[in-house]
């Protein structure tokens, strides 16, 4: 990788924490590229929209060029504030997007490189939402073998990210 410099924020989702099982696993990647990691903490806030602010002005302590980085929840989160913030990337697992009663807020203004990884398997926000998203917005896509969590997939999961750091910063 050259010598780019990129801070790679991640966002958990709604069941989860900032330094979670997979943003730990994907954090040492970060920083095995030489980039920095952050991580949002979300707990105790429930709403969307609220999240999206906190990613906002956290973001505005980090330094750009940024890459945001999130799953369920905190994947929608991220795609939310792309408008906002004007990452290099997206990268989003499992993103809640297109859910009942919520398809409106599905966020649509992306204007840069984005990656979904999606469970075949996903019982909390099924793969073709994922595959929609990715289709409209021509957004790479790679389903896995696995659940909504993805945890028993967080090597591959791992590889797809530096491969896509690597693309866009490289």
Not at 154 to 161: F, K, M, P, S, Y
């Amino acid at each position: 990788m050259s010598a780019s410099i990129a801070t790679v924020v991640f966002s958990h989702g709604k069941e989860s924490g900032p330094w979670g099982s997979k943003i730990t696993a994907m954090a040492a990647v970060v920083r095995d590229l030489k980039l920095t990691a952050e991580s949002v903490d979300y707990r105790g806030l429930d709403d969307p929209d609220e999240r999206v602010r906190t990613l906002i002005a956290a973001a505005a302590q980090f330094e750009p060029p940024l890459v945001l980085v999130g799953s369920s929840m905190g994947a929608h989160v991220s795609a939310a504030a792309a408008a906002r913030l004007r990452p290099r990337g997206l990268f989003l697992l499992a993103p809640a997007f297109y859910m009942p009663g919520y398809e409106q807020y599905t966020p649509q203004e992306v204007a840069c490189p984005c990656a979904i990884v999606h469970g075949w398997r996903d019982d909390v926000v099924p793969v073709d939402n994922g595959i929609r998203w990715a289709r409209e917005h021509a957004a790479a896509l790679h389903v896995l073998d696995s659940g909504h969590r993805l945890e028993d997939r967080i090597d591959a999961i791992c590889a797809l990210l530096r491969g896509f750091l690597m693309e866009i910063l490289g």
